[in-house]
Nanobody
Framework: VQLQASGGGLVQPGDSLRLSCAAS????????VNWYRQAVGSQREFVAS???????NIADSVKGRFSVSINYAQVTAYLQMDNLKPEDTAAYYC???????????????WGQGTLVTVSS
């Protein structure tokens, strides 16, 4: 199983981006997908999560601007980021607990970071 994060880029303040976290391999379903970010010189921080039932949790720092979703058929999770601010500049990482089969315990996987730069 591999996770592939994508969608980062250079945008201006107020713009939007949608990050993707695609899983490939032998997969039954996502159990939980978490998004984290890490700015240069800072610790990694939690951004958002969503579980298989669609329940989401958004960090206060981005609440009202960011949202998460899952496309179950494509085994892909998304982080929609609106009204981006310079302080959102960071490498964004997806982390997922994935169940590879019915009755199997979820396993933890990380995608590589995708860089988001918000600058005028």
């Amino acid at each position: 199983v591999q996770l592939q994060a994508s969608g980062g880029g250079l945008v201006q303040p107020g713009d939007s981006l949608r990050l993707s976290c695609a899983a490939s391999g032998n997969i039954f379903r996502f159990e939980v997908v978490n998004w984290y970010r890490q700015a240069v010189g800072s610790q990694r921080e939690f951004v958002a999560s969503i579980n298989y039932a669609g329940r989401s949790n958004i960090a206060d720092s981005v609440k009202g601007r960011f949202s998460v979703s899952i496309n179950y058929a494509q085994v892909t999770a998304y982080l929609q980021m609106d009204n981006l601010k310079p302080e959102d500049t960071a490498a964004y990482y997806c982390n997922a607990q994935i169940r590879r089969g019915i009755g199997m315990s979820p396993e933890d996987y990380w995608g590589q970071g995708t860089l988001v730069t918000v600058s005028s």
